[in-house]
Every structure is written in C-alpha cells, then in structure tokens.
C-alpha cells in the first residue's frame, strides 16, 4: 500500500493523506540532508545548515559569537582540516 503510490510518482502531501488512515506516522517522516563538503559552496548554504555541520562535528559552542553568516563560513572552513580532510583538501585543489 505503501509503494504503490511513491511508484507511480505521486507528490508527498497527496501519498500523507492516502496513507494516514493505514499509519499516521507516515506524514511525521522528515529526512535530514546530506551536505557534501567537496562540492558544495559554502555561501549559498543557510546559516542553519552551517549551524548543522558544527553540530555534527560536536562544536556547538565553537562559533558562540558568531553573529553573521560570513562567521559560520570562517569556522566551518577553519575547522574542515580536522573533521573532514578528504573535503578540504579537494576544497585546496579546487
């Protein structure tokens, strides 16, 4: 019942109310992206992704006074050699 309508390309809020009756789980699922460091520009990514990536790497607290967007690019690239050095080092070739 599921599959069937992601099948044939249905969009996400028409399959949420088809299959609430069955699961009402199913509208609730939300899946986080998944930001390449390689290729990604940095400035065109919002202050709540960059927010995301010191998360991920476990540093919360690393841009407390950070008050601008430009500040989250600072941290994230000063901080990319430790956490993630297959991206910066692709970053430097680029």
Do not use: H
């Not at 088809?18 to 290729?39: E, F, S």
């Not at 400035?43 to 008050?67: H, Q, R």
């Amino acid at each position: 019942t599921m599959s069937k309508p992601m099948k044939s390309f249905m969009p996400s809020t028409k399959i949420c109310e088809k299959l609430r009756d069955a699961d009402n789980q199913i509208c609730d699922l939300k899946y986080d992206k998944q930001i390449d460091l390689t290729k990604v520009n940095l400035k065109k990514l919002k202050v709540k992704d960059l927010k995301k990536i010191l998360s991920d790497w476990g540093e919360d607290n690393a841009c407390k006074g950070c008050a601008e967007k430009s500040d989250f690019i600072k941290k994230v690239e000063e901080l990319m050699p430790k956490y993630a050095p297959e991206a910066a080092k692709k970053r430097e070739e680029l």
